[in-house]
């Protein structure tokens, strides 16, 4: 399963070559993030293909949903669009350093 999750990784746009964090919704679902400073790729671990780009602009992109925001705090970090939180990420790191995206 670690095998094909990094050649998945590695596959996606804008992945770079280190192995893909993985982060736990408040519900309890796993995604995988891989990527670089610049930007990067947060996909569930139940269905690869289901990428969200994230940016250091703050933004977030879905085939699906279109184009969102995310942000960081010190008690996790979420992902919003239309300003309802779509996916939250408590207790955990923000996955690139964003000063800007701060709550």
Not at 10 to 31: H, K, Q
Not at 49 to 58: I, K, M, Q
Not at 61 to 79: C, K, Q, R
Request: hydrophobic fraction near 45%.
């Amino acid at each position: 399963m670690k095998h094909l999750l990094l050649a998945c990784a590695a596959c996606l746009p804008g992945a770079a070559s280190a192995e893909a964090i993985s982060y736990t919704t408040a519900d309890g679902r796993v995604f995988f993030y891989a990527g670089a400073e610049v930007d990067g790729v947060l996909y569930p671990e139940a269905d690869p293909a289901d990428v969200y780009t994230l940016n250091p602009d703050c933004t977030v992109t879905h085939d699906t949903l279109g184009t969102g925001e995310w942000h960081w705090a010190n008690g996790g970090w979420v992902i919003e669009y239309d300003g309802a939180v779509k996916l939250g990420f408590p207790r955990q790191e923000a996955p690139m350093d964003a000063p800007a995206c701060a709550m």
